[in-house]
């Protein structure tokens, strides 16, 4: 449970930097949206979720632990991928 409050936590930080690349600095929330794991748990093959695995490689292969359907991201070009995905929908990213 200890790793899951972490990945929230890095997937927080992420998030907010992601908001910041957005074109208008002023419609970005004062707050990142968190998602608790039960609503991600209900939400796990949801086809307007996208679910970011944003683990650093020798991390994210050598673990046994992945939510299913999650896409891996490299947490070090964020500015490559960011742009590439639907800012319409929820995107969570987590790293455990």
């Known amino acids: 449970?200890?790793?899951?409050?972490?990945?929230?936590?890095?997937?927080?930080?992420?998030?907010?930097?992601?908001?910041?690349?957005?074109?208008?600095?002023?419609?970005?929330?004062?707050?990142?949206?968190?998602?608790?794991?039960?609503?991600?748990?209900?939400?796990?093959?949801d086809p307007e979720l996208l679910i970011l695995d944003v683990r650093k490689e020798s991390d994210w292969a050598g673990s046994s632990e992945k939510i299913a359907g999650a896409l891996r991201a490299d947490p070090g070009s964020v500015e490559r991928w960011a742009a590439g995905y639907d800012r319409g929908k929820p995107i969570v990213l987590y790293c455990a």
């Not at 449970?1 to 992420?14: F, G, N, Q, Y």
């Not at 970005?28 to 794991?37: F, G, I, N």
């Open 1 to 45: 449970m200890h790793r899951v409050w972490i990945s929230l936590l890095v997937a927080t930080v992420v998030s907010l930097f992601l908001i910041g690349m957005g074109p208008n600095p002023v419609e970005t929330p004062a707050k990142p949206l968190m998602m608790e794991v039960g609503a991600l748990n209900e939400r796990l093959g």
